[in-house]
């Protein structure tokens, strides 16, 4: 006899040691998410994927599946928690759509489409902040980055290298790269580094390909995040 | 519908008049328009200040300058409903970055240092309207109603949020509709 878990009235299998996010993507339900892939340790930083367990408010990333969980996903109030959350993510960094290469990619932008997102609603910070470009192949711009420490994880897991952490809290938190001099140059990513590629935004850029796909003909121009998700993170968990 | 037409005043503030092209981009929609939409003050009529029973009121651009904050005041005194027009209007756009560097920096490459310059000074004319310190979105002045993302967005986009509109419904923009970029 499977173990079941309910979601918005599904019965839905699981298997023991898997997470509310692992159980829903196998069965195919998308859980608004950006922090969080499959192919890495679940952080549970970025909140989209607040789940009510119970009538209790719970990561669906982090928490494990268990009998007897009746799980709501979508609702409004869920939903416009999670609008609020990405409008803050926008506010807080830079994100101009127009000028950014990855307009279209970008996972952050495909979320706010997918929560029928079409302003930023708190005032914008305005905050300075800085580029590194001094990589041969690979650009960080921190007006974008959401700290959702893909990099840092992919960094860690599959480079089996060290190049990326979060430093300091609150509003001074940062992406900072483990080198000498702080520049990216100076550390050891190479441009075939998973962690190079993960940036569900467009903090993290390979150069000389960001127009290569045109504005119009990218993943989420015509597609919406959770079909092209349940691909990609859905059943085999293959990325 | 009534025979009284619908009053439509729209302006751009810090933008580029990208969206007002894209609006024409109606193109012969526009005769179709116009039978239920008479526009007020536009820069496509030249009337100069709002009529106080505007209905709707299009706002491409952001607010960088004291001038577009009492346009902007303006505006949502006299309309009904208030629209953000395009990703300046929503974020600040373009003109937003210039939020990263100070006022006088800027003054002083575009008017002093930079390269071709003749007879450098700072334009001080009492006429000109004062830069603000940060170029702003529109929501952070007034209360927006409704939000046309885009950079800019389709002349698609205005025809199904005015359709709607004209017809009573709540405007909703479907998926290949919304775009930040």
Same mark, same amino acid.
């Given at each position: 006899?499977?173990?079941t878990?309910?979601?918005?009235?599904?019965?839905?299998?699981? *298997?023991? +040691?898997?997470?509310?996010?692992?159980?829903?993507?196998e069965?195919?339900?998308?859980?608004?998410?950006?922090?969080?892939?499959?192919?890495?340790?679940?952080?549970?930083?970025?909140?989209? !994927?607040?789940? @009510?367990?119970?009538?209790?408010?719970?990561?669906a990333?982090?928490?494990?599946?268990? =009998?007897?969980?009746?799980?709501?996903?979508?609702?409004?109030?869920?939903?416009?928690?999670?609008?609020?959350?990405? *409008?803050?993510?926008?506010?807080e960094?830079?994100?101009?759509?127009?000028? /950014?290469?990855?307009?279209?990619?970008?996972?952050? *932008?495909?979320?706010?489409?997918?929560?029928?997102?079409?302003?930023?609603?708190?005032?914008?910070?305005?905050?300075?902040?800085?580029?590194?470009?001094?990589?041969?192949?690979?650009?960080?711009d921190h007006n974008? /980055?959401?700290?959702?420490?893909?990099?840092?994880?992919?960094s860690?897991?599959?480079?089996?290298?060290?190049v990326?952490? &979060?430093s300091?809290? +609150?509003?001074e938190?940062?992406?900072?790269?483990?080198?000498?001099?702080?520049?990216?140059?100076?550390? $050891?990513? $190479?441009?075939n580094?998973?962690?190079?590629?993960?940036?569900?935004? +467009?903090?993290?850029?390979?150069?000389?390909? %960001?127009?290569?796909?045109?504005? %119009?003909?990218?993943?989420?121009?015509?597609?919406?995040?959770?079909?092209?998700t349940?691909?990609?993170?859905?059943a085999?968990?293959?990325? | 519908?009534t025979?009284k037409?619908? @009053?439509?005043a729209?302006?751009?503030?810090?933008?580029?008049?990208?969206?007002? #092209?894209?609006?024409?981009d109606?193109? =012969?929609?526009?005769?179709?328009?116009?039978?239920h939409?008479?526009f007020?003050?536009?820069?496509?009529?030249?009337?100069?200040? !709002?009529s106080?029973? /505007?209905?709707?009121?299009?706002?491409?651009?952001?607010? /960088?300058?004291?001038?577009n904050?009492?346009?902007?005041?303006?505006?949502? @005194?006299n309309?009904?409903?208030?629209?953000?027009?395009?990703?300046?209007a929503?974020? %600040?756009?373009?003109?937003? #970055?210039?939020?990263?560097?100070?006022?006088?920096?800027?003054?002083? =490459?575009?008017?002093?240092?930079?390269?071709?310059v003749?007879?450098?000074?700072?334009?001080? $004319?009492?006429?000109?309207?004062?830069?603000?310190?940060?170029?702003?979105?529109?929501?952070?002045?007034?209360k &927006?109603?409704?939000?046309?993302?885009?950079?800019?967005?389709?002349?698609?986009?205005?025809?199904?949020?005015?359709t709607?509109?004209?017809?009573?419904?709540?405007?909703?923009?479907?998926y290949?509709?919304v775009?930040?970029?």
């Amino acid at each position: 006899m499977n173990k079941t878990i309910v979601i918005d009235g599904k019965v839905i299998p699981f *298997q023991d +040691g898997q997470t509310i996010m692992e159980a829903a993507a196998e069965a195919g339900i998308y859980i608004a998410h950006l922090c969080h892939n499959p192919q890495f340790t679940p952080h549970g930083s970025c909140k989209l !994927c607040t789940v @009510k367990v119970n009538g209790r408010n719970c990561s669906a990333c982090t928490f494990p599946a268990s =009998e007897g969980q009746n799980i709501t996903n979508i609702s409004k109030e869920l939903n416009d928690d999670r609008e609020k959350i990405t *409008q803050m993510l926008f506010v807080e960094g830079n994100h101009f759509c127009p000028s /950014c290469e990855k307009t279209g990619n970008c996972n952050l *932008q495909a979320v706010a489409y997918h929560l029928g997102m079409t302003d930023n609603h708190f005032p914008h910070f305005f905050e300075n902040r800085e580029v590194d470009a001094s990589h041969p192949d690979v650009m960080i711009d921190h007006n974008r /980055c959401i700290f959702c420490t893909l990099c840092v994880r992919a960094s860690q897991e599959v480079d089996s290298k060290n190049v990326f952490a &979060i430093s300091g809290r +609150g509003l001074e938190k940062r992406l900072v790269v483990n080198s000498e001099s702080g520049l990216l140059k100076d550390s $050891d990513l $190479d441009v075939n580094d998973c962690a190079a590629h993960i940036c569900p935004t +467009g903090a993290i850029l390979i150069k000389r390909t %960001g127009y290569k796909v045109p504005i %119009g003909q990218r993943i989420f121009d015509h597609a919406h995040i959770d079909t092209v998700t349940l691909a990609n993170e859905g059943a085999s968990h293959d990325e | 519908m009534t025979n009284k037409k619908v @009053k439509v005043a729209t302006v751009s503030l810090a933008g580029c008049f990208g969206c007002h #092209m894209s609006f024409l981009d109606l193109d =012969e929609r526009l005769v179709e328009l116009v039978e239920h939409v008479e526009f007020d003050r536009s820069p496509l009529t030249d009337i100069e200040h !709002c009529s106080a029973d /505007c209905d709707i009121g299009l706002i491409e651009g952001g607010v /960088c300058n004291s001038e577009n904050v009492h346009v902007l005041r303006e505006f949502r @005194k006299n309309c009904k409903i208030l629209v953000a027009v395009g990703a300046c209007a929503i974020n %600040g756009g373009l003109p937003a #970055m210039r939020n990263h560097i100070s006022l006088e920096d800027c003054l002083n =490459e575009a008017y002093v240092h930079g390269i071709g310059v003749e007879n450098p000074q700072i334009p001080n $004319d009492v006429e000109l309207p004062l830069l603000l310190d940060k170029v702003h979105p529109i929501h952070e002045v007034v209360k &927006i109603d409704y939000f046309l993302p885009g950079c800019p967005p389709s002349a698609d986009v205005f025809w199904k949020f005015l359709t709607d509109l004209l017809a009573g419904r709540e405007p909703s923009l479907n998926y290949e509709l919304v775009h930040f970029d």
